[in-house]
């Protein structure tokens, strides 16, 4: 399900395993160096996100209804420091791509996005998958035919594993065990709400991007997953259950779901007792279910303030200005003095930048933009005024508007 999504964001590792063999009673740590079996080279392990990689046990029910023990493989990010640091644990999809070519799940546009709110990352790669083993797909859908399939084995299977990574995570000492955030893609973004279900020690809230089961990327299935009532069915009991908040972002072009389905998926969950935000984007590229990977500048600020009403803020510039309605942030064709090309490169760029941010303009139709900074809008006035040599003014500061005429 995460077609676009994995060949973006994941870069695979794919280690020899065999998740019966290798079955223990603690955590092992994995050498990344170790030989591959089947088709990609080892990766390095990324050094500015101090980036490790570790199995841990967890049990699943397979569909024989008999118990499999695996090593699930736990990739892990953290910011420069001790900690202790809050944590989101992503959870991947299911992957259109053979499951033993999944590799080992990482998101390294994510990891950047958490790292620099001084937030850590778990990104579990599930039994089924990659490097956890392939031999044996603890999600696998169960019925006669695709209105029929239940999706209970998944559920349960996900939650499992769910529970597994926040109870090794919260014996890290580099972990804020009160400040866990479970969060997850396609069918990653219906476990973690489904997980949160069972109260995981030390979970806060859940974000459920473009989460589902069922899809299908055959051309006449579009739009039209595979028993989508047992999907809201499942929403709906999370949600008679769950009392953390939950955020849920889609975008109209999703190939898998379709605008309308997620709706009544989010409906049922709401209707359920679930504390929910939900959010329908205008479509992102061409498949809106790759809203991880492309649309970062729609999903960034919701994701901001929902981290920042669970008591994790995102960072802000020192000198920032309140709002003046001018224009939304989004609306380039607003911007003033500016030229047609400038708007289309110069301040699209800014758009996609990070937060703290600026973007300056000058009276002749200067401008210059920073982002990623604390100091973002003096250093954006400072290299304005340096190349036009002249008296620059602010536009736009982190997600707002601060222009007057």
């Known amino acids: 399900m995460l077609r676009h999504l994995v060949l973006s964001l994941v870069a695979t590792l794919v280690i020899a395993a065999s998740p019966q063999a290798r079955a223990q009673d603690k955590p092992e740590d994995i050498n990344p160096n170790m030989s591959a079996e089947v088709g990609e080279k080892a990766v390095k392990l990324v050094d500015k996100f101090h980036e ?3 199995r841990i046990p967890v049990t699943v029910k397979l569909a024989n209804g008999k118990p499999h023990t695996g090593q699930m493989v736990l990739t892990m990010f953290k910011p420069a420091g001790a900690g202790p640091f809050p944590i989101v644990i992503f959870n991947h999809g299911r992957t259109s791509k053979k ?13 950047g996005y958490v790292i620099h709110r001084k937030v850590a990352l778990a990104v579990p790669t599930r039994l089924g998958y990659g490097v956890s083993g392939f031999d044996v797909d603890p999600e696998v859908w169960v019925g006669k035919g695709c209105e029929e ?9 996900h939650a499992e594993q769910v529970e597994a990574t926040v ?42 991007f473009v989460g589902g089961a069922g899809g299908s990327s055959d051309h006449d299935k579009v739009g039209k997953p595979c028993s989508s009532a047992d999907v809201g069915a499942k ?8 009392r953390v908040p939950t955020l849920w972002i889609y975008a109209e072009n999703d190939k898998l779901w379709g605008p309308k389905i997620p709706i009544t998926w989010h409906r049922a969950y ?35 303030a929902f981290l920042a009403r669970l008591g994790i803020p995102a960072p802000k510039s020192t000198a920032a200005f309140p709002p003046s309605g001018f224009a939304s942030i989004q609306d380039a064709s607003k911007v003033p003095l500016i030229d047609a090309k ?42 304005c005024e340096q190349g036009g040599k002249r008296k620059c003014k602010p536009y736009a500061v982190d997600d707002a508007v601060v222009w007057t005429p």
């Not at 929403?235 to 769950?242: E, I, L, P, Q, R």
């Not at 329908?280 to 600020?301: E, F, I, K, S, Y």
């Not at 301040?347 to 990623?372: D, E, H, T």
């Open 149 to 157: 399939f239940s999706y209970t084995l998944l559920v349960e299977a």
């Open 99 to 111: 499951r033993a070519e999944a590799g080992r799940f990482r998101y390294l546009g994510f990891a």
């Open 235 to 242: 929403y709906a009991a999370a949600g008679s259950k769950t």
């Open 52 to 54: 490790t990689v570790v």
């Open 270 to 304: 709401a209707s359920a007792g679930g504390v929910s935000e939900f959010h329908m984007l205008p479509p992102v590229g061409d498949d809106g279910h790759t809203l991880l990977a492309h649309g970062n500048r729609q999903w960034r600020p919701l994701t901001d």
């Open 342 to 383: 400038a708007r289309q490169d110069g301040y699209q760029r800014f758009l996609r930048g990070n937060i703290p941010r600026a973007f300056v303009i000058a009276p002749n139709g200067g401008w210059a933009s920073f982002y990623g900074d604390e100091e973002a809008l003096e250093k954006a006035l400072a290299r």
């Open 167 to 208: 109870k090794y995570l919260r014996k890290q000492p580099w972990v804020d065990a009160r400040r866990i955030v479970l969060a997850g893609a396609s069918v990653g973004g219906f476990g973690s709400v489904t997980s949160a279900a069972l109260h995981p020690e030390g979970v806060i809230g859940v974000i459920n």
